[in-house]
C-alpha cells in the first residue's frame, strides 16, 4: 500500500492468493477477479500518472477522484482481509466479526456466524460494480488527459538565494568553510598537480549551497577559470553544457550552441579546460546518472584543478569519489548568533523575557541554517513581546503559515520528498505519528511498514524477505538525509549499522502538513484543557491514527454514531504518554499496528476486547503486567513487542497458538512448563525468554529462528540445560544472534560448536574452561563478540580473538580473581600489548576492554579501524609497566569517541588527575580530534538505557 496508489498493490497480491490458493470459491468467481485485477491495475496506473504532477497544478476533480480510489482500495482490502480471517485454514471459528458488504459505509452490522464463500461471492461482485464506477468517472472527469499537460515550470528556483546570502548568514559555516579550504588545497606543492575533488553532503537547508559558492568566490583567483552550475532535480543536460561553456567564455561561445549535439558540447569543454588549472562548483546533484555525462566534460589533468560538489545523498557523493564533507547543523550557540543577527542586526542577543521562548524556537530548528532564517523573518515582524513568539513556536510542527520565506522554505525542503519513489514518500509520511524528539527504533518502523502492507517483495524486489526490503527503504532514507541516525547504545547493535533514528523537527512539520494534506495520518488534538475526545475534528474516514503525550479524562467522545464510523476503518493507533482512558478497542475493526509504547496507567480493564482484533499483525505494548489471556485469537499477528514491561510476564497457554507469530521481544518472560512452543513454525526472533525443558524441546524444531535470547535464572539450570543447548544450537545453522543472561558461569564454547552463520554472541556468564587456542572457521560471520572471563586477559586470548575476520565490537570484562597480596611482582606490572601484524583487528570498529588490574598500550597499526574507544583499566599497572600514562591512542588513526574509566576509589587522587591530563592531551594531539568523556563504565550504560525511545 502506497501513499499514491491506496491499498492497490497488495489488493493485486491478495486476489492473487484468493485463485491459486486452497480456498473453495463458488463457480465463476474466479474469473471475477480475474477481471479485478485488470481493472485495478489500470487504476493504479492512472494514479502514479497523476502523482508525477505537482499538487498545485492538478485539477480539483482529479484530486477528489484519486482520493475516492484509494479510499475504496482500502475498503476493499478491509473486505477481502475480513474473509481471510473468516476462512482460516484451522477451522477455528471466529465470533463477532464485521460485514463490509458494500464496501462504502456499510461496516456496522455484527453477527456471529459467517457463511464466508457465500458472502465473497456478493462482496466480489459489489467490488466489481465500485470499480466500474471508478473507472467511468476517469473517463468523465479526463484524468489521463489532466495528468499529461506539462508541468508549469517555477518562475524563480526557490535556492537561487543562497547563492546572495548576507554575509551575516555565514554564521557558523566559516568552520566547515575553512576544513572543506583545507581539504582541497592541502596537497599543492610537488604532489598538488593532480585534480582534487570534495562533495559536501547534507539535508536541503543546511548551507550547501551558500559553503559551496562562498568558496568559489574565495579561491577562484588561485585559478585560470571557474563555472557554477545548478544541476538540480530534474535536470537538462544540455543547457548545463551550455552554461559552462558561457561562463567559461562568454564572447567566443555566445552563438554557437545551435546545432550542437550534448557530445559535441562535451568536446568543446573538454578542449577548453584540458590545459587550465580550473575551479568548479557542481551544485545540487541529485542522481548519479547526472553525474556520470557531467565528469566526462571534466579532463583528467594534472594541473591542480579542483571540482566541488554539493548533494543530498551520500551515494552521489561517493559515486563523485575524492573526499566527503558530511555538513552538519549548526550549534546552539551558532544557531543562537544568526537567529540574533537577522532579527536585531547584532549577535548580542536577545531581551531576557524573551530568552527562553528563543531557547525553545532554537531547539525545533534544529541548527538547520534555512529554519534559522525563515523562523527569524516570521520574528522580525512580530512585536517583541513573548506571547507572539510563543504562537510562532507553537506553530512550528503544526504548520507555519502562510508567508513569502515559509513558502521558499518548504519548497526547498519538499523536494527531497518530491523525489523519492512511490514506496518512500510513504514510509516516510509514516514517520508523522510520531511525536517530536522521539527516537525511533529501525525494528519497529520496519515491522509496522510490512504490518501495514507497505513492503511487498515483489517485482525488482523478489527473492529477498520483507524485511530485507524495509531495511533497504530504511537506508535510503537515511542516505537521502530525511531521517538522521541515533546511537541507542546498545551492545547488541554494535555492527556498524544504524538501529535507530529521529526525524528533524523542519522536516517533521513538513511530513505533518503532506500527511494533513493526503488524510494518510489523523494526529488527535492533546490540549488538556478541553474536554473529551475531539472526534467530530477528524476526517470522515481515520485510516491511521496517533495520540500523544496524554489523552482525554473522558471517553464520552467515543459514544456517538460519527465517532464510532469515523474510527472503525483505523488501519494503525499507536498511542504514547498518560493513558487515562483508550478508546474500546471495539472501535478498531480492521486494526493491523497497535503501539500502546510508553504508556503510563495501562491497566487490564484498557485490553479487555484485546481478543478481537482479529487483523492485528504488529502488537507494542508498554508497562503492562500480563498479556491477556485471549492473545490466542490474533491468528495474523506477525510482531509481538513487550520489551518495556513492567514485570517478569508469564506468557498465557494460548499463546503458542500464534502460528504465524515471526517476533517475540520481551525484558523478560517464561513460558509455562507443560507447553513447548515446537509448532510455531514461523518465529525467526525470540528474545529474553526464560530456559525450561519444553522450551529446548521445542527450540530443536524452529529451524527459522534468526535471533534468539535466553534467560538462565538459575546455576542449576546452567548445569541441567549446557549440554543439551549446545545439541541444539548444532541444529540452527541460520542462527545470527545469539544473547545468554546467566546468573554464574554458563559458558557456551562458542567457538567450536557455533552454527556457521553466526553474527553476534553476547553473553554475561563467565568463561571458567579455558579459552580457545584457534578460532573456528564457522565464525567467519560474527561481527560483535561480548564475553567476560573470570580471571585476567593473557595476550594469546587477543592473538586468538583477532582471527575472526569480520569482527567489528569487541566487549571484553576480564576479572583478576586474586588479591593483590597474593599477586606476584612479575604479574603487578601486567598489560596488555595490543600490536600489529598477526593481532591487528582488521574491522574493529568499536573496543570496549574492562579490567581494573591491567594497563593497556596500543601499538602502531594495531586497530586501523577502531572508531570508539571504551576502557577501564590499570593507572598505577600502566605505569609501573611504562613509567607513564601513553596507551598509544595515537596509533589508532580512526579514531572518533574515546570513554574512560580510571577507577577512581582504588586510586589516589593526585594519580587519577595526571593521568587524565595525559589522556586529555593524547586526543588533542590526534589529528581526528576524537571527541572525550571521563566516568563510571556502568553510570554510562545505565544513563542509555533512560533515551526516550519508541
Known amino acids: ?171 557558523g559555516l566559516d568552520g566547515p568553510k575553512n576544513l572543506i579550504v583545507k581539504t582541497l588545497m592541502e596537497g599543492d606543492g610537488t604532489t598538488g598537480r593532480q585534480r582534487n575533488i570534495i562533495s559536501v553532503v547534507g539535508f536541503g537547508g543546511l548551507g550547501k549551497t551558500t559553503i559551496a559558492n562562498a568558496l568559489l568566490h574565495e579561491l577562484k583567483v588561485n585559478f585560470d577559470c571557474h563555472f557554477f552550475i545548478s544541476v538540480s532535480l530534474k535536470p537538462d543536460i544540455r543547457n548545463i553544457l551550455k552554461s559552462m561553456l558561457h561562463q567559461l567564455d562568454n564572447k567566443s561561445y555566445a552563438n554557437i550552441f545551435e546545432g550542437l549535439e550534448d557530445f559535441q ?75 540574533s543577527k537577522r532579527v536585531f542586526d547584532t549577535e548580542d542577543g536577545f531581551p531576557l523575557e524573551l530568552s527562553e521562548v528563543t531557547r525553545r524556537i532554537l531547539k525545533k530548528c534544529g541548527g538547520l541554517p534555512l529554519a534559522i532564517i525563515t523562523i527569524a523573518s516570521l520574528l522580525a515582524s512580530k512585536p517583541m513581546q513573548i506571547q507572539e513568539w510563543e504562537k510562532v513556536n507553537n506553530s512550528i510542527g503544526l504548520g507555519l503559515g502562510n508567508n513569502l520565506d515559509v513558502d521558499n522554505m518548504r519548497k526547498i525542503l519538499s523536494l527531497s520528498y518530491y523525489d523519492l519513489p512511490p514506496h518512500l514518500k510513504t514510509c516516510l509520511l509514516y514517520l508523522s505519528k510520531y511525536p517530536e524528539d522521539t527516537i525511533i527504533r529501525k525494528d519497529i518502523l520496519i515491522w509496522s511498514w510490512i504490518a501495514e502492507g507497505f513492503i511487498t517483495n515483489e517485482g525488482e524486489q523478489h527473492g529477498k524477505s520483507l524485511q530485507e526490503i524495509g531495511e533497504a ?45 493526503e488524510g494518510f495520518v489523523t494526529l488527535m488534538p492533546s490540549d488538556d484543557k478541553e474536554e473529551g475526545i475531539l472526534v467530530p475534528a477528524v476526517p470522515k474516514k481515520v485510516r491511521r491514527l496517533s495520540y500523544s503525550y496524554r489523552f482525554r479524562n473522558s471517553t464520552n467522545g467515543y459514544a456517538t454514531a460519527h465517532a464510532r464510523g469515523s474510527l472503525s476503518q483505523v488501519r494503525s493507533f499507536t498511542a504514547i504518554g498518560d493513558v487515562r482512558s483508550l478508546p474500546p478497542l471495539t472501535i478498531f475493526r480492521v486494526l493491523r499496528v497497535l503501539i500502546l509504547g510508553n504508556c503510563l496507567r495501562l491497566e487490564d480493564k484498557h485490553l479487555k476486547d484485546f481478543g478481537k482484533l482479529y487483523n492485528l499483525r504488529f502488537l507494542r505494548l508498554g508497562n503492562i503486567r500480563k498479556l491477556p489471556k485471549c492473545i490466542g485469537n490474533l491468528q495474523f499477528l506477525q510482531t509481538l513487542d513487550i520489551r518495556d514491561a513492567s514485570s517478569v510476564i508469564q506468557l498465557p497457554p494460548s499463546f503458542v497458538r500464534l502460528r504465524q507469530l515471526v517476533r517475540m521481544i520481551a525484558h523478560r518472560v517464561r513460558l509455562p512448563y507443560d507447553l513447548t512452543l515446537e509448532n510455531m513454525k514461523s518465529l525467526q526472533e525470540l528474545q529474553c525468554v526464560g530456559l525450561t525443558e519444553n522450551l529446548m524441546q521445542g527450540l530443536c524444531d524452529l529451524t527459522g529462528l534468526r535471533i534468539l535470547n535466553l534467560l538462565l535464572s538459575s546455576d542449576d539450570d546452567c548445569d541441567i540445560f549446557r549440554e543439551a543447548f549446545i545439541n541444539s544450537l548444532q541444529k540452527h545453522n541460520g542462527l545470527q544472534q545469539l544473547t545468554l543472561k546467566t546468573p554464574g558461569r554458563f ?90 601484524g598477526a593481532c591487528a583487528f582488521r574491522c574493529l570498529q568499536e573496543f570496549h576492554f574492562y579490567c581494573k588490574r591491567m594497563g593497556l598500550l596500543f601499538e602502531p597499526r594495531a586497530m586501523q579501524e577502531l572508531r570508539r574507544l571504551c576502557l577501564q583499566f590499570s593507572v598505577q599497572r600502566t605505569i609501573d609497566a611504562l613509567g607513564e600514562i601513553d596507551i598509544g591512542l595515537e596509533n589508532l588513526p580512526s579514531l572518533q569517541h574515546v570513554f574512560v574509566d580510571l577507577g577512581r576509589s582504588e586510586t589516589p587522587g593526585e594519580e587519577i588527575q595526571e593521568a587524565e591530563a595525559a589522556i586529555r592531551k593524547a586526543t588533542n594531539d590526534h589529528h581526528n580530534n576524537p571527541s572525550l568523556d571521563f566516568g563510571s563504565v556502568d553510570a554510562m550504560l545505565s544513563s542509555r538505557m533512560r533515551l526516550r525511545i519508541q
Not at 462504502?104 to 455484527?110: A, G, Q
Not at 558540447?265 to 557531467?294: G, P, T
Not at 551520500?314 to 544568526?338: I, W
Request: aromatic fraction near 8%; charged fraction near 30%.
Open 1 to 171: 500500500m502506497e501513499i499514491v496508489t491506496g491499498a492497490i498493490n497488495t489488493l493485486l497480491l491478495k486476489f492473487a492468493k484468493l485463485l491459486v490458493g486452497d480456498c473453495k470459491l463458488q463457480k465463476g468467481v474466479k474469473k471475477e477477479i480475474e477481471s479485478l485485477q485488470k481493472e485495478l491495475i489500470s487504476l493504479g496506473a492512472a494514479l502514479r500518472k497523476v502523482s508525477e504532477v505537482p499538487v498545485d497544478q492538478i485539477d480539483e476533480q482529479v484530486k477528489i477522484w484519486t482520493r475516492d480510489v484509494r479510499e475504496l482500495s482500502y475498503d476493499i482490502e478491509d473486505s477481502i482481509d475480513t474473509f481471510m480471517v473468516s476462512a482460516g485454514k484451522d477451522g477455528h471459528p471466529v465470533a463477532e466479526l464485521f460485514s463490509f458488504k458494500g464496501m462504502i459505509d456499510r461496516t456496522n452490522n455484527l453477527f456471529k456466524k459467517v457463511v464466508a464463500h457465500h458472502q465473497i461471492a456478493r462482496e466480489i461482485k459489489d467490488i466489481k460494480k465500485l470499480l466500474e464506477d471508478a473507472s467511468k468517472r476517469r473517463e468523465r472527469y479526463k484524468v489521463d488527459d489532466a495528468v499529461i499537460v506539462a508541468p508549469r515550470s517555477e518562475s524563480v528556483d526557490p535556492r537561487v538565494g543562497a547563492m546572495y546570502r548576507k554575509e551575516t548568514e555565514l554564521i
Open 747 to 836: 559458558s557456551l564454547d562458542f567457538m567450536q560448536g557455533a552454527p556457521c552463520c553466526l553474527q553476534r554472541f553476547v553473553s554475561n556468564g563467565l568463561f571458567y574452561r579455558g579459552f580457545p587456542q584457534r578460532v573456528n572457521s564457522s565464525l567467519s560471520c560474527l561481527t560483535i563478540l561480548s564475553i567476560k572471563l573470570d580471571n585476567y586477559m593473557k595476550q594469546e586470548y587477543l592473538v586468538t580473538l583477532a582471527e575472526l575476520p569480520s569482527l567489528r565490537f569487541l566487549r571484553i570484562n576480564a576479572f583478576y580473581a586474586m588479591e593483590m597480596k597474593d599477586v606476584k611482582v612479575e604479574d603487578k606490572k601486567r598489560r596488555l600489548i595490543i600490536y600489529s
Open 473 to 517: 527503504y530504511f537506508n535510503e532514507l537515511l542516505n537521502k538525509s530525511l531521517i538522521q541516525a541515533v546511537d541507542i547504545g546498545n551492545i547488541c547493535d554494535r555492527d556498524g549499522q544504524v538501529h535507530a533514528c529521529q526525524v528533524h523537527d523542519m522536516v517533521l512539520e513538513l511530513t505533518n502538513m503532506l500527511s494533513a494534506e
Open 265 to 339: 558540447l562535451i568536446n568543446k569543454i573538454r578542449e577548453f579546460l584540458q590545459n587550465q588549472r580550473f575551479l568548479c562548483v557542481i551544485d545540487d546533484i541529485w542522481e548519479e546518472s547526472a553525474w556520470d555525462v557531467i565528469k566526462l566534460a571534466l579532463p583528467d589533468g594534472d594541473h591542480g584543478s579542483k571540482i566541488i560538489t554539493t548533494t543530498r545523498k551520500m551515494a552521489v557523493a561517493k559515486r563523485v569519489g575524492g573526499a566527503v564533507f558530511e555538513l552538519k547543523p549548526l550549534s546552539y550557540d551558532d544557531s543562537y548568533k544568526l537567529l
